[in-house]
């Protein structure tokens, strides 16, 4: 640089090397479209999820993908996928105990045939693409507590509140992201979750599972899930 009538002017005496030619219009097109087919192309479990929860015009919470899941067979088929959407419904901390509060959200045909509009522009060409409601399965539980509850109103309202909200569709699990499909329910994760609840003013020795198959208690196993299921506290 050299100074002119007191200004500063600067100038590069030495030719740019490397750098890309600028972009034509035409190579935008096809960049842009590119994008486009990249963003919204369902390859995997977690694709198919993203794009379903993308799905404009419906509130969608949350979309669980299963590979190989066809509701016509019991087995996996291949280039096969369904998609279970549960839609968004109130989840914050006053709606918890409203009576019309909603404990296992089922999607309506406007949602189901939304969602499967934009999976079907998405899927991979060959792949069969179901879009399906969430199968809940009742979860019973019971609660041991070592000594009577001083207030065994009290104590039952915030046991029946924490496995609610840990066994909850949306908010749910360890995660806090939703209770995952076709996870069993395991005695030792609801024992934590239900003393947490109760906190110092009991102490629970365990919480049992009801396993309708043998008409029991189950505390110790775990009791397993359907495939595709996901449970909700009863």
Avoid at 125 to 132: C, E, L, M, P, S
Avoid at 169 to 174: E, K, L, Q, S, W
Wanted: with cysteine; proline share 9%; hydrophobic share 40%.
């Amino acid at each position: 640089g050299r100074s002119r009538g007191g200004r500063v002017a600067a100038g590069n005496r030495v030719p740019g090397g490397g750098g890309l030619d600028p972009e034509t219009a035409a190579q935008s097109r096809v960049r842009a479209a590119a994008a486009l087919r990249e963003r919204h192309q369902a390859v995997t479990q977690a694709d198919y999820q993203t794009v379903a929860v993308g799905s404009p015009g419906v509130a969608v919470a949350r979309a669980l993908a299963v590979i190989g899941a066809d509701p016509g067979h019991a087995c996996p088929v291949p280039a096969t996928v369904s998609v279970y959407v549960i839609p968004a419904v109130p989840r914050a901390t006053e709606d918890w105990d409203r009576p019309d509060f909603v404990s296992a959200p089922i999607p309506d045909p406007g949602m189901l045939r939304a969602v499967r509009d934009q999976l079907e522009a998405a899927r991979m060409i060959g792949t069969r693409v179901f879009v399906r409601k969430p199968r809940y399965r009742a979860a019973r539980l019971r609660a041991d507590l070592a000594d009577p509850a001083a207030d065994p109103a009290g104590i039952r309202a915030r046991l029946e509140s924490g496995l609610r909200r840990y066994l909850d569709p949306i908010t749910g699990g360890d995660d806090g992201d939703g209770w995952p499909i076709g996870e069993p329910l395991r005695p030792s994760a609801l024992l934590r979750v239900a003393q947490d609840a109760v906190g110092l003013t009991a102490r629970v020795n365990a919480v049992a599972i009801w396993v309708p198959a043998t008409a029991s208690w189950e505390d110790c196993r775990d009791v397993p899930a359907g495939g595709s299921e996901l449970a909700v506290f009863e």
